[in-house]
């Protein structure tokens, strides 16, 4: 059963601290998306790339955030430094141009 | 520019009653359209899409949603609900250049009570 694969599920971090996010999508997708989910926001796309190349990552804060994927089985967003407000709940989603997104169980994020 | 709109961001409803959650979208060019389900501590999960053909579409759990041009709906339907239905349901459009870019609606909460 194939399936998009997020570590850690659960982070807590002091704010200041670096974090990395990971994600293993599924074989053959060559789409991987990176989304954030809060009460206030709902779901927003960070960024995503195709064939490994970044796209579009107008979502993210150009001054903390970073994405990469360094080969087609590793996707990861990194935050340096963290605040508080980075608090979420961080997707990750592979699919096609004619594939729909499968999503993984996602990072949830706590900045103290 | 795409949007969704869901416009009831909770329903309560029975079990064993009908539901039907609404969601209009906005394009300019040709979408597909899809729905999520996420329960609790959960990621999104696929309930059933859009791609073409047949605009009565059939998902898993037994819901169903019709897709209606005219009115830019693509309303969610379930004859009969079940406590295990209680989640958080997202209506997506995507453009028909690349399927799992996806714009989503805000969500509706499902509520059902014995």
């Known amino acids: 059963d194939a399936r998009v694969t997020q570590t850690p599920r659960h982070k807590v971090t002091e704010m200041g601290q670096e974090v990395t996010m990971r994600c293993q999508p599924i074989?053959?997708?060559?789409?991987v998306f990176w989304y954030r989910q809060t009460m206030m926001q709902g779901l927003e796309l960070l960024a995503y790339?195709?064939?490994?190349?970044?796209?579009?990552d107008s979502g993210m804060p150009k001054d903390r955030f970073s994405a990469e994927m360094p080969d087609a089985t590793l996707a990861t967003l990194k935050i340096q430094p963290s605040e508080p407000r980075d608090s979420a709940v961080y997707f990750c989603?592979?699919?096609?141009?004619?594939?729909?997104?499968?999503f993984g169980q996602g990072t949830r994020l706590t900045v103290v | 520019a795409q949007s969704v709109t869901q416009l009831d961001s909770q329903v309560p409803v029975f079990e064993e009653a009908p539901v039907e959650l609404r969601c209009n979208y906005s394009?300019?060019?040709?979408?597909?359209l899809f729905w999520y389900v996420q329960y609790p501590n959960q990621g999104l999960q696929l309930l059933l899409k859009?791609?073409?053909?047949?605009?009565l579409v059939k998902g898993i759990n037994g819901f169903e949603a019709e897709f209606n041009k005219s009115q830019t709906s693509f309303h969610l339907r379930k004859p009969s609900v079940h406590i295990s239905d209680t989640a958080e349901y997202f209506c997506?459009?995507?453009?028909?250049?690349?399927?799992?870019?996806?714009?989503f609606g805000t969500g509706t909460r499902l509520q059902v009570t014995l």
């Open positions: 790339f195709r064939n490994r190349a970044p796209l579009d």
């Open positions: 989603a592979s699919g096609g141009q004619y594939t729909e997104a499968f």
């Open positions: 859009y791609l073409s053909g047949s605009t």
């Open positions: 997506a459009v995507s453009n028909t250049g690349t399927a799992s870019k996806l714009t």
């Open positions: 074989l053959g997708h060559n789409t």
């Open positions: 394009s300019s060019v040709s979408v597909y």
